[in-house]
């Protein structure tokens, strides 16, 4: 058993990495965090330290994969692999820009959630205490 976790730098990323780490450490299971990259890949070093300051707990078991590829596709495939119980992704991004994007390629939820076998969660980005 193991979890799988869409990371990205937007708020709604972040949300679901540390959702999913909190998840992970509960049921015991290892952690896959998959930061989907466009052309040239962001700094792995730098990257994944921030994810070990997000995940902040020394007893959760987790690994970051970098990888190039479409994100529904290469986290229906790395959850695959891993034979994950599920997959963790961030609530689709809003606005204008974002708005476009959706149209032109659709959101990453929404085609995790058509291709995936697995159950999905979806989470919001955080908005603080009301």
Same mark, same amino acid.
């Given at each position: 058993?193991? /979890? *799988? *976790?869409?990371?990205?730098?937007? =708020? ?11 998840? @992970? &450490? @509960?049921? %015991?299971? +290892? /952690?896959?965090? $998959?930061?989907?990259? %466009? ?9 994944? #330290? ?10 959760? #078991? ?6 190039? &590829?479409?994100?529904?596709?290469? /986290?229906? #495939? ?5 034979? @994950?119980?599920?997959?963790? $992704?961030?609530? =689709? #991004?809003?606005? +204008?820009?974002?708005? /476009? &994007?959706?149209? $032109? ?5 929404? %085609? ?9 969660? $979806?989470?919001?980005?955080?908005? &603080? =205490?009301?």
């Amino acid at each position: 058993m193991a /979890l *799988v *976790v869409g990371y990205d730098r937007h =708020p709604a990323g972040r949300a679901a990495l540390v959702f999913a780490g909190e998840l @992970a &450490g @509960a049921l %015991n299971v +290892p /952690l896959h965090v $998959v930061h989907v990259v %466009n052309g040239r890949g962001a700094d792995f070093d730098a990257e994944r #330290q921030r994810v070990a300051d997000a995940l902040g707990a020394a007893d959760l #078991q987790w690994t970051y994969h970098q990888i190039r &590829g479409d994100p529904a596709e290469v /986290l229906v #495939q790395v959850a695959d692999e891993h034979s @994950a119980s599920m997959l963790v $992704v961030g609530r =689709p #991004q809003h606005g +204008p820009e974002a708005a /476009l &994007g959706h149209v $032109v390629t659709g959101s990453v939820a929404r %085609n995790v959630l058509r291709h995936s076998r697995r159950p999905v969660v $979806v989470v919001p980005e955080y908005g &603080g =205490p009301t």
